[in-house]
């Protein structure tokens, strides 16, 4: 049965074979406004529901914030947009035309889209200039990289950015040897220089101080507009000094959506946040 | 110029050129000038020996690149050593011509004690040293890239492809012990007589063979050096420690890990291609999984994720089963587990650590 419906996709008559059809569009097209649109997306691990029926659009140049309790699927949702899990069900477009379930991880952060894991993730082998060097958007095939020379302009570029994470003094220290609030600040770094055009930030303020807080908020900040971001927190003061919106989700879909205030004062989301 | 901006700080590196130049210069020298009663005099058995643990470094600075640089624990990259030396074997088969046992102008001895009539299609050719050399990089290359295509693909990782490597090798050498395979069966090949009309007995090719190992271990290092010093040497090392995340900013990591597993296993091929015309033989044993895993102990007591310590644990550690073997052959196999028990509890880092300042 199985193999008879196999030999059925393949033999379409709407659609040319797979390998056939040009290579999926990578071009960014925002005219309609969202940049991110997820529909009726559902995702199960061994029968629980990690994602149920979401439904979400980011706008372009918007500054999101995500919130929930722990296993509201935020971090599925991520995983969904940058191609680590592929949902059972739904539609999850970047722009207009790119098709993310298409597209492999590689493809995903090409098109534009940079993650920031939950934990912070560097690379501890090498210097911090270094891993800055390597998250630089640019060709990223083997034989551009084996070639590759980093330009004066590049360079420039990549020492603005670690003055901006503040890292000018570690610039040749090994990532490992960093702080945790620091290795956080770098990957945030490394973000930056893939120039992407909507970022998704997994808790980005873990272990850090609250001076440092108050400059992450800063720069999340100022990066709307120019980029979109999304960002999924757990501490509620620096959700409050950043948002404009957000997004409650809750058992896989979402709870409820509108500014801190709408939100805070919503019956459903103190009920489940407070365990009503 | 490329090669100084490849060994800038490359103490090591350094190091192991000069100690090569050295060697390809002197020990000629002391083998063809100097004469035999003397005791600075080598002799040719000892000139082919230091050759031969030459491409055994070779083979293991493939493996550390693998290894120390991209963390792929192959356990069979003997198996692209032995391939590249079939190739070579083939063509040092084809060389024989009508001097062998049975004086048969074309098949080579075993073929003709098979009864067989005519050269099987992938023995043609070999009998030009050109497309030899071309086989003796392309084969090995080719085996890896359609394993690595099919391994790296599906994301095998860890110990899982460690073990399918180790499977590789072992199919090999049970394919390659069957007589109908056309290489010679458990035998093998041997009784080569000459190398590019170079007599393999006489002391000048062997002098020769000698320095081409040096030099192929010098031009071997210095790739794999530029390799790693390389945006792409990052880019594995990030692979290594790192995998996702490497993903994640928009490397293919698949295409990575294939290119340079099929590089590594070029440079094993063309190591074996080496060690044949000195050891004189090649059988099926070379494919063994015990090859496979002891030259990554090799690598291990030399130090991986340097490149030049795996030259220098290739070089002590067959010093030492030379020496050893020669005195009590049973102890070598509990030896070497000791070294590398040794080193592992107390040198994690290898030879190599010892050396090696700690990183700023």
Same mark, same amino acid.
């Given at each position: 049965?199985?193999?008879? !419906?196999?030999?059925?996709?393949?033999?379409?008559?709407?659609?040319?074979?797979?390998?056939?059809?040009?290579?999926?569009?990578?071009?960014?097209?925002?005219?309609?406004?969202?940049?991110?649109?997820?529909?009726?997306?559902? %995702?199960?691990?061994?029968?629980?529901?990690?994602?149920?029926? &979401?439904?979400?659009?980011?706008?372009?140049?918007?500054?999101?914030?995500?919130?929930?309790?722990?296993?509201?699927?935020?971090?599925?949702?991520?995983?969904?947009?940058?191609?680590?899990?592929?949902?059972? !069900?739904?539609?999850?477009?970047?722009?207009?035309?790119?098709?993310?379930?298409?597209?492999?991880?590689?493809?995903?952060?090409?098109?534009?889209?940079?993650?920031?894991?939950?934990?912070?993730?560097?690379?501890?082998?090498?210097?911090?200039?270094?891993?800055?060097?390597?998250?630089?958007?640019?060709?990223?095939?083997?034989?551009?990289?084996?070639?590759?020379? &980093?330009?004066?302009?590049?360079?420039?570029? &990549?020492?603005?950015?670690?003055?901006?994470?503040?890292?000018?003094?570690?610039?040749?220290?090994?990532?490992?040897?960093?702080?945790?609030?620091?290795?956080?600040?770098?990957?945030?770094?490394?973000?930056?220089?893939?120039?992407?055009?909507?970022?998704?930030?997994?808790?980005?303020?873990?272990?850090?101080?609250?001076?440092?807080?108050?400059?992450?908020?800063?720069?999340?900040?100022?990066?709307?507009?120019?980029?979109?971001?999304?960002?999924?927190?757990?501490?509620?003061?620096?959700?409050?000094?950043?948002?404009?919106?957000?997004?409650?989700?809750?058992?896989?879909?979402?709870?409820?959506?509108?500014?801190?205030?709408?939100?805070?004062?919503?019956?459903?989301?103190?009920? %489940?946040?407070?365990?009503? | 110029?490329?090669?100084?901006?490849?060994?800038?700080?490359?103490? =090591?590196?350094?190091?192991?050129?000069?100690?090569?130049?050295?060697?390809?210069?002197?020990?000629?020298?002391?083998?063809?000038?100097?004469?035999?009663?003397?005791?600075?005099?080598?002799?040719?058995?000892?000139?082919?020996?230091? =050759?031969?643990? *030459?491409?055994?470094?070779?083979?293991?600075?493939?493996?550390?690149?693998?290894?120390?640089?991209?963390?792929?624990?192959?356990?069979?990259?003997?198996?692209?050593?032995?391939?590249?030396?079939?190739?070579?074997?083939?063509?040092?088969?084809?060389?024989?011509?009508?001097?062998?046992?049975?004086?048969?102008?074309?098949?080579?001895?075993?073929?003709?004690?098979?009864?067989?009539?005519?050269?099987?299609?992938?023995?043609?050719?070999?009998?030009?040293?050109?497309?030899?050399?071309?086989?003796?990089?392309?084969?090995? $290359?080719?085996?890896?890239?359609?394993?690595?295509?099919?391994?790296?693909?599906?994301?095998?990782?860890?110990?899982?492809?460690?073990?399918?490597?180790?499977?590789? /090798?072992?199919?090999?050498?049970?394919?390659?012990?069957?007589?109908?395979?056309?290489?010679?069966?458990?035998?093998?090949?041997?009784?080569?007589?000459?190398?590019?009309?170079?007599?393999?007995?006489?002391?000048?090719?062997?002098? =020769?063979?000698?320095?081409?190992?040096?030099?192929?271990?010098?031009?071997?290092?210095?790739?794999?050096?530029?390799?790693?010093?390389?945006?792409?040497?990052?880019?594995?090392?990030?692979?290594?420690?790192?995998?996702?995340?490497?993903?994640?900013?928009?490397?293919?990591?698949?295409?990575?890990? *294939?290119?340079?597993?099929?590089?590594?296993?070029?440079?094993?091929?063309?190591?074996?291609?080496?060690?044949?015309?000195?050891?004189?033989?090649?059988?099926? $044993?070379?494919?063994?999984?015990?090859?496979?895993?002891? *030259?990554?102990?090799?690598?291990?007591?030399?130090?991986?994720?340097?490149?030049?310590?795996?030259?220098? =644990?290739?070089?002590?550690?067959?010093?030492?089963? /030379?020496?050893?073997?020669?005195?009590?052959?049973?102890?070598?196999?509990?030896?070497?587990?000791?070294?590398?028990?040794?080193?592992?509890?107390?040198?994690?880092? $290898?030879?190599?650590?010892?050396?090696?300042?700690?990183?700023?």
């Amino acid at each position: 049965m199985s193999m008879l !419906s196999d030999v059925r996709e393949t033999m379409r008559r709407d659609e040319v074979w797979s390998f056939m059809a040009p290579p999926p569009s990578l071009d960014l097209d925002i005219s309609h406004g969202p940049i991110l649109y997820l529909e009726e997306l559902n %995702v199960s691990f061994d029968g629980f529901k990690a994602i149920n029926d &979401l439904t979400l659009y980011i706008d372009a140049g918007e500054l999101r914030c995500i919130i929930g309790p722990n296993g509201a699927g935020k971090t599925t949702m991520m995983d969904i947009i940058t191609g680590k899990t592929r949902p059972d !069900s739904g539609k999850a477009f970047f722009g207009q035309r790119i098709d993310l379930l298409k597209l492999s991880e590689p493809q995903i952060a090409t098109a534009g889209i940079g993650r920031k894991f939950q934990k912070p993730t560097v690379f501890e082998f090498h210097r911090v200039i270094d891993n800055l060097e390597l998250a630089l958007r640019a060709e990223k095939g083997v034989w551009p990289t084996l070639f590759a020379k &980093l330009s004066s302009e590049q360079q420039d570029y &990549l020492d603005e950015t670690l003055d901006l994470i503040g890292l000018k003094e570690q610039r040749n220290a090994m990532a490992g040897s960093l702080s945790h609030g620091q290795k956080q600040w770098l990957e945030i770094g490394m973000l930056l220089v893939q120039q992407p055009h909507l970022l998704l930030v997994d808790e980005p303020v873990a272990g850090m101080t609250h001076q440092e807080m108050d400059r992450t908020a800063e720069l999340l900040v100022s990066l709307a507009g120019k980029h979109s971001v999304v960002v999924v927190e757990h501490d509620m003061d620096f959700v409050r000094s950043i948002a404009r919106k957000v997004t409650v989700l809750h058992q896989g879909s979402v709870l409820a959506e509108g500014s801190m205030d709408d939100v805070q004062n919503d019956q459903r989301v103190i009920d %489940v946040y407070l365990g009503g | 110029m490329g090669v100084f901006r490849v060994l800038k700080d490359d103490r =090591g590196g350094q190091l192991l050129l000069l100690f090569l130049t050295v060697v390809a210069i002197v020990i000629p020298l002391l083998n063809l000038l100097v004469p035999e009663g003397s005791p600075f005099h080598v002799t040719t058995y000892t000139v082919s020996l230091f =050759g031969k643990y *030459l491409t055994y470094a070779l083979l293991a600075v493939a493996v550390d690149l693998v290894w120390g640089y991209l963390g792929i624990l192959s356990l069979g990259h003997a198996a692209f050593f032995a391939l590249g030396g079939y190739v070579m074997g083939m063509y040092l088969m084809r060389q024989i011509g009508d001097r062998g046992v049975y004086g048969d102008p074309i098949l080579p001895d075993f073929m003709v004690f098979l009864n067989w009539k005519e050269l099987p299609w992938f023995w043609h050719g070999l009998d030009m040293f050109w497309f030899a050399a071309i086989m003796i990089a392309l084969v090995p $290359g080719l085996l890896a890239f359609v394993f690595g295509w099919l391994a790296f693909r599906s994301r095998v990782t860890g110990v899982y492809l460690s073990i399918i490597t180790q499977a590789l /090798t072992f199919a090999l050498m049970l394919a390659f012990f069957r007589n109908e395979m056309g290489f010679g069966g458990n035998n093998g090949l041997t009784d080569f007589k000459e190398i590019l009309g170079f007599s393999l007995q006489s002391d000048a090719t062997k002098v =020769g063979l000698f320095v081409a190992s040096a030099v192929a271990l010098a031009l071997g290092y210095l790739a794999c050096r530029w390799i790693v010093t390389s945006k792409l040497g990052r880019v594995t090392v990030a692979i290594r420690d790192a995998e996702d995340r490497t993903r994640f900013i928009g490397y293919r990591v698949e295409y990575f890990k *294939l290119w340079v597993f099929t590089f590594s296993a070029v440079l094993a091929g063309i190591a074996g291609a080496l060690y044949v015309p000195q050891v004189g033989i090649i059988n099926p $044993g070379e494919f063994s999984p015990l090859n496979s895993i002891e *030259l990554v102990i090799w690598v291990a007591i030399g130090g991986r994720y340097t490149l030049y310590g795996a030259v220098i =644990g290739a070089l002590l550690v067959n010093y030492a089963k /030379t020496l050893l073997t020669g005195v009590w052959p049973d102890a070598w196999l509990f030896a070497l587990g000791a070294m590398f028990v040794l080193v592992t509890l107390f040198l994690p880092k $290898g030879i190599a650590g010892i050396f090696r300042r700690k990183p700023a």
